[in-house]
């Protein structure tokens, strides 16, 4: 085998690149989130009775576990009427549980309850409220026990959440202002 040279030839090397100098009085540009005017340091401004409180499908399903009225429940968990709304899509995962989950259906058809027309494709209701409802209106609160959602409504700021502990609704991150009991 005859010996080659194992170096690169002056045309194939790669040339150095040069860097672009700053200029340091140039203004840097960032994109910074707009935040929604709805909140003044932590608070949220566009909270206040009479509270809408939108509804998911398990929190139903457990308030009749624990034998609570849902209504009621809310009034005495935050001292101020309440207007529980349920979504279509909520509607529909209540419906597609069958003919076992009749008694949350019955529930849900109060007419106590405001009805959300929902106008997207699809009956998942995690989505329709994370992305729909609570991201665009931070006027709810929103009442669930699924692990998740609350995951990723913590992420949204100033949108409070209802959740069952020890058979009776309890609230986290609603300011006291408001009336809220901490325990």
């Known amino acids: ?9 002056e045309k194939d090397r ?7 100098k700053k200029d340091p009085s140039a203004l840097k540009e960032r994109e910074v989130p707009q935040r929604p005017s709805c909140l003044f340091f ?15 499908t398990n929190f139903i399903n457990f308030s009749i576990k624990a034998k609570l009225d849902l209504v009621q429940s809310m009034m005495d968990c935050l001292y101020a009427k309440c207007i529980p709304c349920i979504t279509d899509c909520v509607m529909a995962e209540i419906e597609k549980l069958g003919q076992k989950y009749r008694v949350a ?4 058809k109060d ?7 929902c106008t997207h494709k699809g009956t998942y209701a995690d989505d329709c409220l994370v992305q729909r409802r609570v991201t665009q209106h931070k006027c709810y609160i929103v009442a669930t026990v699924d692990r998740d959602l609350k995951r990723r409504i913590r992420k949204i700021p100033g949108v409070p ?3 069952i502990s020890n058979h009776r609704y309890n609230i986290e991150q609603m300011p006291d202002d408001y009336g809220a009991p901490r325990f």
């Open 1 to 9: 085998m005859g010996k080659q040279k194992k170096r690169l030839k």
């Open 14 to 20: 790669l040339k150095p690149k040069k860097k672009e």
């Open 42 to 56: 932590q608070y949220n401004t566009q909270l206040g009775p009479p509270y809408h409180i939108l509804v998911d």
């Open 105 to 108: 259906l019955r529930i849900a």
């Open 111 to 117: 007419p106590r309850f405001e009805r959300l027309p």
């Open 161 to 163: 959440i209802m959740y």
